[in-house]
């Protein structure tokens, strides 16, 4: 039997503390996110990884707050904006499961805007909508912990973010 094949208590390394994820939860994964170290990621922000929105980052310190376990990199490398909160930042984000024909795009606009960022939501043909935000840093952490929690338009089953220097150009908020 495989260790993803058996029940998620019985997986080694289910009963170490602050294990969030199963190694056989991580398709590829040999390591649970949580053991790999100087790496600070939540389980949501792995790559073609589903955590439900309401699960990233439960049972940590803070969590539930805006811009909660949001130091350290993003699953691409890139660092993401810490203690510098009118720091300027890029945040990208793809938005997985029943989110398009809902009103998300339009809800998202009106939250970014009273953030005072700029940037986009976009409709994917994968049936994701990707935002890309600029602003002060923490108001980008404050409109991703929106994303990352309950109250959105739609069921959310996967957030995945990307934090970036900002490039610029960008005026309003466009929904695409």
Known sequence: MRDGDMPRDDRP????????????????????????????????????????????G??????GMPGAGL???DA???????????????LTVWIAGHVQGVGLRWWIRERALEFGLVGSAQNLEDG???VIAEGPAARCRDLLALLSGPGMPGRVTG??????????????????
């Open 13 to 56: 390394g289910a009963d170490l503390p602050g294990a969030d994820v199963a190694a056989g939860d991580l398709p590829g994964v040999d390591v649970a996110a949580g053991d790999l170290p100087g790496v600070d990621v939540a389980a949501g922000d792995l790559p073609g990884v589903d955590v439900a929105a309401g699960d990233a």
């Open 58 to 63: 439960a049972g940590m310190p803070g969590a």
């Open 71 to 73: 130091t350290g990199r």
């Open 76 to 90: 691409a490398g890139g660092e993401v904006p810490g203690g510098e909160d009118d720091a300027p930042a890029r």
């Open 128 to 130: 994701r909508v990707k």
């Open 159 to 176: 957030v995945t973010q990307r934090w970036d220097d900002p490039r610029g150009g960008l005026t309003g908020f466009a929904e695409r």
